[in-house]
């Protein structure tokens, strides 16, 4: 059987990372503060919203731009639901860290999140295996891993009102600067983050993270269909094996 050690391991590099990298549409890379697990999934904690169901894809595209010229660009999608009770199921290929893996091949995963049981699954389609660890209310989550310190001053300001995706939003633009000095940088570094969020979903719909660091980051809703997911997707299939994931500070041996 195939160990989940590598891919919760893998996850948790990623999680660390996305921490820097502000917030993303419900269930996207990259996170925000607060970043923790979810059995196996590196999410962002949110609190449980009832009553605003929905599936949608959520594609991100990272483009960074090199010092000798060259582009990296990298696109991932996923699939996401959310029914009426809170519960969130997200389906994603772990091919986009393949930067960290070398040459290995990753699985595809399903994550499911269900506040109403108390419980978390990461499923491993391939296997029929699945791992599994209790939900956590946000509040308790906190501090796992610490929150990394910040570096500049926030400039907030508001976009107005759109429509995306067939719903209506609200955009915001944040622009933080790092003065000179402050982490080492010669110059002033400025990062800026548009968010464009559903009140109706509780969530947003559209992110863009530019930094000079890292490039710009676009996390997007798209196929946004607000139903009723079929309540099969929140439930462990049957035929599937489960083993019990480490808690969160501790790992066991494969």
Same mark, same amino acid.
């Given at each position: ?9 893998? /996850?948790?590099?990623? &999680?660390?990372?996305?921490? %820097? ?44 731009? #090199? ?6 660009? %990298? ?21 986009? #860290?393949?930067? /960290?893996?070398?040459?290995?091949? /990753? ?8 506040? +109403? ?26 501090? #796992? ?7 500049? @001053? @926030?400039?907030?300001?508001? /976009?107005? &009102?759109?429509?995306?995706?067939? +719903? ?33 979903? @509780?969530? &947003? ?27 099969? #997707?929140? %439930? ?19």
């Amino acid at each position: 059987m195939r160990s989940w050690l590598p891919i919760t391991m893998l /996850l948790g590099a990623t &999680a660390l990372a996305a921490a %820097q990298n502000g917030p993303a549409p419900e269930g996207g890379f990259p996170g925000g503060r607060g970043v923790r697990f979810l059995g196996a999934e590196a999410g962002v904690p949110a609190r449980v919203v009832k009553n605003a169901p929905y599936s949608a894809d959520l594609i991100t595209e990272t483009t960074q731009m #090199l010092a000798d010229g060259n582009r990296l660009h %990298q696109t991932t999608t996923a699939r996401v639901y959310r029914d009426s009770q809170g519960r969130t199921r997200r389906e994603q290929s772990l091919s986009g #860290l393949g930067a /960290l893996t070398g040459r290995a091949r /990753l699985p595809r995963v399903v994550f499911i999140n269900d506040p +109403v049981a108390g419980v978390n699954y990461a499923l491993n389609p391939e296997d029929h295996t699945a791992s599994r660890s209790a939900w956590m209310h946000p509040a308790y989550g906190r501090g #796992l891993p610490p929150r990394l310190p910040r570096h500049g @001053d @926030d400039k907030v300001e508001s /976009l107005g &009102a759109e429509t995306m995706e067939g +719903v209506a939003v609200r955009g915001t633009r944040t622009t933080t600067t790092i003065p000179a000095g402050r982490i080492g940088n010669e110059l002033p570094l400025v990062v800026v983050t548009e968010t464009w969020y559903s009140a109706d979903l @509780d969530t &947003a719909i559209l992110t863009r993270r530019s930094d000079p660091r890292s490039g710009e980051t676009v996390s997007r809703m798209s196929n946004l269909v607000r139903a009723e997911p079929p309540a099969s #997707l929140f %439930q462990l299939p049957a035929d599937f094996k489960v083993v019990d994931a480490p808690r969160p500070g501790r790992w066991s041996s494969p």
